[in-house]
């Protein structure tokens, strides 16, 4: 626990006078990073010992909406995950979903989900996508008895597109990626018909299969052993109870990384997935 609070402190330096923290140091602030942070805050029970930082980038990601109620700000094709990661930021923070921010975002998000169940990537790229689609699913779960109809379809559009493997890819013809697999249970882990059915469990078989003999976990959008796909696979597999193993190698492997890197070197929302790592572990 002590590098994982060593991290956290470390993160809270780096909020910037609008309230906002940068993906990475010396960038302007994110918002894609801003609202994991208070994701991250308020369900690691941290938000009443940094309150007034947490009131800073609440207010921060107020004012980064459009006015068509979406969230994004250089990410473009990742505009829906990024709008269901605000509003969720904002439920778990106390925003009254009856709002007027909050019922602007929520209405672009809906009408985002195509036909098929999956979430388009924004307002010009129709494809679906699939961590908007996972991040929709996290964000729908907060209502336990309602939108039935829009969750399932994104439920079982999200098995239509699973390799045989257990895992899914980045793009059409590329192997399995256990990064974007991770991200994507996580979206499913809410729903435990689903998590339990051979959707959630197949992915969780891939996770432990795809890990390297030294612990780490690959990336589509990195070369060798990733910081993030490792924090990120070693969270997942902990909170459904599968660890593996070499799991405590995955461990061994981030507390040595980061002993060797200058923290400012590493993008803040991978540093975001360590911490969850090491909370889990």
């Avoid at 459009?66 to 106390?94: M, P, Q």
């Amino acid at each position: 626990m002590q590098v994982r609070n060593q991290i956290l402190e470390y993160f809270m330096r780096q909020q910037l006078p609008d309230g906002g923290f940068p993906s990475q140091i010396g960038n302007q602030s994110d918002v894609l990073t801003t609202c994991s942070f208070v994701i991250l805050l308020v369900e690691e029970g941290e938000a009443p010992q940094y309150r007034d930082q947490l009131k800073k980038a609440l207010l921060y990601l107020y004012q980064a909406q459009h006015t068509n109620g979406k969230w994004g700000d250089g990410y473009k094709v990742w505009e829906t995950c990024i709008t269901a990661k605000v509003l969720r930021a904002f439920f778990l923070s106390g925003l009254e979903v009856s709002s007027d921010i909050f019922q602007k975002g929520f209405i672009w998000l809906q009408s985002k989900q195509k036909t098929n169940g999956a979430f388009a990537q924004n307002d010009f790229v129709f494809q679906p996508h699939l961590y908007g689609t996972a991040s929709a699913l996290r964000m729908l779960s907060l209502w336990e008895n309602s939108y039935q109809d829009s969750k399932i379809n994104a439920l079982e559009w999200v098995a239509s597109v699973q390799n045989a493997d257990g895992g899914f890819s980045a793009s059409d013809g590329k192997p399995s990626d256990p990064c974007l697999s991770a991200y994507t249970i996580v979206g499913i882990m809410p729903y435990d018909n689903y998590l339990k059915s051979n959707l959630g469990q197949n992915i969780i078989e891939f996770l432990l299969n795809s890990q390297s003999s030294d612990g780490t976990w690959s990336a589509w959008f990195e070369t060798g052993p990733s910081l993030e796909a490792t924090a990120t696979c070693l969270h997942v597999l902990a909170n459904v109870g599968s660890r593996g193993p070499m799991f405590r190698r995955g461990y061994g492997f981030l507390e040595q990384k980061l002993s060797l890197v200058q923290w400012d070197s590493v993008p803040l929302w991978q540093l975001i997935s360590v911490i969850y790592a090491f909370t889990a572990q």
